[in-house]
Nanobody
Framework: QVQLVESGGGLVQPGGSLRLSCAAS????????MGWYRQAPGKERELVAA???????NYADSVLGRFTISRDIAKNAVYLQMNSLKPEDTAVYYC??????????WGQGTQVTVSS
């Protein structure tokens, strides 16, 4: 089992920045990739960004150039730096961990609201 705890969400004005953090615990040696997904009201959950243990990254087109995912293997943590935030970035953001055995674990989610 892997447990994930997110932090760092909140309310920010358009154009502002936020940094999300996710701490993993439990069977962390099983984790390959970690990432961030988001779900806006009435929409399906979507991938925002992901990073593998080797450091390869993948981003949704809508956040390219604005968001940066990073990972600290030693701290069992993954981060999402979000810059130039837009109202359409408003959603609940979920941390995800995928193991080498393709099992997926999720955090409880953190709300990000971009509004003036």
């Amino acid at each position: 089992q892997v447990q994930l705890v997110e932090s760092g969400g909140g309310l920010v004005q358009p154009g502002g920045s936020l940094r999300l953090s996710c701490a993993a615990s439990g069977s962390i040696f099983r984790i390959n990739a970690m990432g961030w997904y988001r779900q806006a009201p009435g929409k399906e959950r979507e991938l925002v960004a992901a990073i593998t243990r080797g450091g390869s990254t993948n981003y949704a087109d809508s956040v390219l150039g604005r968001f940066t995912i990073s990972r600290d293997i030693a701290k069992n943590a993954v981060y999402l730096q979000m810059n130039s935030l837009k109202p359409e970035d408003t959603a609940v953001y979920y941390c995800n961990a995928e193991t080498f055995g393709r099992s997926n674990y999720w955090g409880q989610g953190t709300q990000v609201t971009v509004s003036s």
